[in-house]
């Protein structure tokens, strides 16, 4: 029995804009998302800013009643059975509140423990085991005002999973995190797979998605638009090329051109420092560089290069449409 299942899942907002006349508009978040999770797998929901990761988690945990379509966690439906489903589900979401910042990291597990019902008697080898798991001993002591996000954010692991859930779903949990706290997060919840644990990771990061996830699905405008292992998406469009090239003050209507030369997937352009770089994925044997480079004409541009396709691109290529 796989251990999460959608099928489906709709959810509908219905906002009121205007101060003086107040008209109604009509968000579809997420528009009919399915897929499966199998005991033990780490499944990551890969998208950008907006595209139903959160919607679809509440689906799940019971926060919010999909507006059609059906799911459950471990056989049990998330709208029939809430009590089951939560008793049995843990949740993180990523940002640093919920947390008692004048108490110890100890104690707020100890506080939340009393508070989800975990026996006296186990409670103390629970919290022991869980502080290993997040890196946090010897640190348990300190004060979680004194903690940097990343220990916060592991605390908040230890606190999700103190009724020993057997589904964990973490929400963006690297979120605002420095790129040393966000590895020991990867670890942490590589740390989960380990013990058995199935988990239901979002994420903007596609190295973290590529390090951590046995299957990804990425999701775009409230819909699945590709679904497999790392290897697999990276397989869209390794038949291709990368062209990088580096620009000083590229506007959008070149960018734009660019999508336009016959042969070009996708063009986005990454600030790194001081440059932005131009992105271009490239169909195998097209040559696009002179007709790229022509639609740069009015931007200085820096170094030309190319190289092997990342899940990067794969991701970019499948958010911005080229294999919608
Ligand atoms: N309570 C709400 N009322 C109205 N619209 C909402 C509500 N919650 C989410 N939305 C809208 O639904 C869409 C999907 O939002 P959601 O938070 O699920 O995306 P996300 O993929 O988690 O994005 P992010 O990475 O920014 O967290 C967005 O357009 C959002 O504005």
Do not use: W
């Not at 692991?157 to 057997?166: E, K």
């Amino acid at each position: 029995m796989a251990a999460v299942v959608a099928r489906d899942l709709c959810r509908t907002f219905t906002t009121r804009q205007g101060a003086l006349r107040r008209t109604a508009k009509t968000v579809e978040a997420v528009k009919g998302v399915s897929f499966e999770i199998a005991p033990g797998e780490l499944f990551g929901l890969l998208g950008p800013n907006g595209a139903g990761k959160t919607t679809t988690i509440k689906m799940l945990i019971t926060l919010l009643i999909p507006t059609s379509g059906t799911a459950s966690v471990l056989g049990r439906d998330v709208v029939e059975d809430v009590r089951e489903v939560r008793r049995r589900i843990g949740y993180v979401f990523g940002g640093d509140r919920g947390l008692y910042e004048r108490l110890s990291g100890l104690d707020n597990l100890r506080y939340f423990s009393e508070l989800y019902g975990v026996s006296p008697r186990e409670q103390k080898a629970r919290v022991g085991e869980l502080l290993e798991l997040v890196g946090l001993t010897g640190r348990e002591g300190e004060k979680v005002e004194g903690y940097s996000r990343g220990m916060r954010q592991r605390l908040h692991i230890a606190r999700g999973l103190l009724h020993d859930p057997d589904v964990i779903f973490l929400d963006e949990p690297s979120i605002g995190i420095d790129p040393v706290g966000a590895r020991e997060l990867r670890a942490t919840v590589a740390g989960l797979r380990e013990r058995g644990k199935t988990v239901l990771l979002t994420t903007h990061y596609m190295f973290e998605a590529d390090e951590l996830c046995d299957r990804i699905a990425v999701i775009r405008s409230g819909e699945i638009v590709a679904e497999g292992t790392p290897g697999a998406l990276k397989g869209l469009v390794s038949a291709g090329r990368v062209m990088e090239v580096e620009t000083y003050g590229v506007v959008q209507d070149e960018v734009a051109d660019v999508r336009e030369v016959s042969g070009v997937r996708a063009a986005v352009v990454e600030e790194r420092g001081p440059v932005q770089v131009l992105v271009v994925s490239v169909e195998p044997g097209a040559e696009v560089t002179q007709q790229v480079l022509k639609c740069l004409d009015g931007t200085r541009v820096g170094r030309v290069s190319h190289r092997e396709p990342t899940l990067e691109d794969a991701y970019v290529e499948l958010v911005t449409g080229a294999h919608a």
